[in-house]
């Protein structure tokens, strides 16, 4: 379906075998939030495939989202720089799936309609950044005797719990400023939105995992399928 469809014919068939409204609002969310290690980001593990054998459809589950609202994480993963609201497909990765929807006008078009709705409704920066000032008002006696170290293995510099906090909602700001400018201006490819290509090279190896269950294992019987590292 993804590597053998012809460019007329690939939406229709996608369409046919996947919940792509769903796929894309997933997308869009976790751009926003920065979820960065799933088949929609940087690294394509972290995600459930189930196939219904009766209705012959694909969804996409994300799981494991213990990362995001950092803007470089680890150091060398430059999460707002390189993950373009306007062409979701991170960094230089190769990813078959985003990558062909990308190149579908009408699946690019809808896409970001999905994302501009979700930015607008869900991802107001003041609205989301006194959820979680009082998430963590909920939780700060109880965090604060915590024995592990009091920061973010994603962002080792912040030496607190009010730096991550901080940090948070620094990325959220942003996040939701630079997305707005994207999706109303987008940029005309998607090689124009890559600031550090060399950053984004870590997993080259696992991008046909997704590509490959869905050309092979269609009609199998097998509900479940799962990629994790």
Known sequence: MINQSTEKDFAANLISKMEVDDF?????????????DQLTGWQPHNYYLYYDGKLERWR?????LDVGFC?????NIHVL???????????DVPNPLLERIIADPALLQQYRE?????????FEPERLCAIIDARYELLKVDLMADPFPHRRVTNPGEQSYEDIIASM???????STTAREQLESPRKSRSLCIAHPAHC?????????????LNRCAGTG????????
């Not at 720089?81 to 960094?91: I, Q, T």
């Open 60 to 64: 996409y589950l994300p799981w494991d």
């Open 169 to 175: 909602k620094t990325f959220v700001r942003k996040r």
């Open 81 to 91: 720089a390189d993950w373009n609201a306007a062409w979701p497909v991170a960094g």
């Open 71 to 75: 803007e470089v994480a680890f150091g």
């Open 222 to 229: 097998r509900p479940w399928y799962q990629s994790k590292s």
């Open 114 to 122: 999905t994302s501009r709705i979700i930015l607008d409704k869900y």
């Open 24 to 36: 894309l609002r997933v997308t869009a969310v976790m751009l926003f939030s920065g979820a960065f």
């Open 201 to 213: 090279r870590n997993s080259l190896k696992k991008s046909s995992v997704f590509s490959g269950l």
